[in-house]
């Protein structure tokens, strides 16, 4: 099973997007929100992104919702 991180903020139409299909999908995900947690923000910036939905699948990462991709990796 996958490591899944989806890094979120409140006002992200993408991120419910995301986190709406991996529900779907039944994918165990942990959501981190950048704009309540300074360390997940902290995180997100460290691996240099400054913008959400950042979706981690282990060592992989996916900028925005690109449902194909995660297809791709959630086989």
């Given at each position: 099973m996958s490591k899944v991180t989806v890094y979120?903020?409140?006002?992200?139409?993408?991120?419910?997007?995301?986190?709406?299909?991996?529900?779907?999908?039944?994918?165990?995900?942990?959501?981190k929100n950048v704009q309540t947690d300074k360390e997940a923000r902290s995180e997100l910036m460290a691996m240099g992104y400054t913008g959400v939905p950042v979706i981690c699948i282990d060592d992989e990462q996916i900028v925005g919702f690109d449902k194909n991709r995660l297809d791709e990796l959630l086989k």
């Open positions: 979120t903020s409140n006002t992200c139409p993408y991120c419910t997007m995301a986190k709406d299909y991996l529900k779907e999908r039944e994918v165990d995900f942990e959501e």
